[in-house]
Structures are given as structure tokens and as C-alpha cells.
């Protein structure tokens, strides 16, 4: 065999033998035996600094419930005998001990409109005037005609514990009324004659100062205060001068003797 015949196989050969060493390496990588480090080294949520290991996030677990954050967690009215009622209660005491204590002036020149405005004012500029605002809050199942007029509930009277169905009507609004706590004209007679107009207006749409009830104690109240008359329902007797007191103390009205002792006489057994 001549040299050049030799050097012509061995070429042949190192050639098989850099093709099959190439084929060999190709089928390790195919089968995840050879990869490079990107895809060889296991998913993590982090990598050491200056490591040349990708960083893979996830979206973030939902954060969990809490009292906090679940609906309905907002705490509930009060009943009578616990905590609240008697802080609210210990509230009224101090205020009623506050207040002023002297004859009511003169009813003379007392006028619903000309002194404490139209009624239903929108006083708080919500689009909706009082009227609808506390029935809103105070009745439940409520159907609306537009974005504020109720035309239909249901009440039950913080007076008396009855049940009314509400039907806005010329015949059946006034099944349910909007009572002020603090009437106005007993309002005007402690102190409210010395207001501006507009603290006036306020307290007559005051949401504090407003009850939505059954007409029948509306009435028979008009504009007595809490030595001419009370709520039937003794068990909200309570409430009532407790938001009495705070809208006296909050226009920086005052009480008659009778009144002072009446609602001191309630608070003692709240």
C-alpha cells in the first residue's frame, strides 16, 4: 500500500470517527441526558447574586380571608345590654350633664320653612334629598323610580316594633314618616333661634336627628320632647334620647328642666 493511499484511509477514518462522535452527543441531548444549564438545572423562585441561574415567578397566591377584609365584617348594631349600649349610654350621661338647663323661649315667629328650610333639602349634595335618603337607610326590600325616589319597603317602626309596607302613594306615604328626634320647633324654642340659617338647615336634615316611623306616632308626638312623650316601644327608649342628646349637644342647644330630668331618668336604666 503506497503513503498516499494510507494517509487517504486514515483521513476517511478520523472523519467516521468525528461524524459518529457528533451523532452520538446529538442523541444525549435529545433524550435530556445533555443539556445545557438553563435547561438542566431545576425551576427556583430565586438565585444567589451575581449567579447566572434565571429567576422563574409565579403569580402570587390569593392572599387569605381575613376578619378584616370578609364581607361582613363590620360591626353590628348594638343590643340592648352589651358594651356598646352601655358606652353609648355612659356617653349620654356626660352629655346630658353638659348641657344647659333653663326655660324654652317663646314659640313667637316660629316658622318650619322660613327657619330650618324646605323639607326635603339635599344637604349633603348626593343627588338625593333627605326624605329618600332615610328611607333608604331605614326601610328594608326597597324598590326605587330613578336613582333615588323609594316607592316601595318595608319599615319596621323603631316606636312601636310594627311593620309597615311602604307604597309611595297620595294616599300611602304618609303610613311612614320621617320624624325628627329633636322636633324643630323644640329645637327652635332651646336655642336654634341663635343659629345661622345654614346650622338650621342642617339640623333639620341631620341623618342623627331623623327616624323613618309609622305616621301614627309622628302625630301623636308633633313637637314634644321627652317629658310630653316617649316611643311605645320601651326597649328603643334608650336610643331615642341617646340621639337626643347628641343632636342637642351637637348644635349647642339646650333642655328644659322637665325635659333635663326625663331624659336623665331614661339613661339611669340604660
Known sequence: MTSRRRRTRTSLTSVLVVLGLAVGAYALHTTGFLAPDAEAAPAVTSA?????????????AAPETTRASRPGSEPTTSVTGTATDQQDAQTARAQLADLPVK????????????????AWLDVDRNGCDTRNDVLARDLTEITRQGPCKVVTGTLVSPYTGATIDFVRGNTTSTLVQIDHVVALENAWRTGAQQLPQAQREALANDPDNLFAVDGHSNAQKRSGDAATWLPADKSF????????????????????????????????SC
Do not use: N
Open 48 to 60: 444567589p447574586a451575581g449567579s447566572d441561574a434565571p429567576v422563574i415567578t409565579t403569580e402570587p
Open 103 to 118: 326655660g324654652k323661649a317663646p314659640a313667637t315667629g316660629y316658622d318650619r320653612v322660613g327657619d330650618f328650610g324646605t
Open 237 to 268: 327608649r334608650c336610643t331615642y334620647i341617646e340621639h337626643q342628646v347628641a343632636v342637642k349637644t351637637k348644635y349647642r342647644l339646650w333642655v328644659a328642666p322637665a325635659e333635663h330630668d326625663a331624659m336623665a331618668r331614661i339613661l339611669q
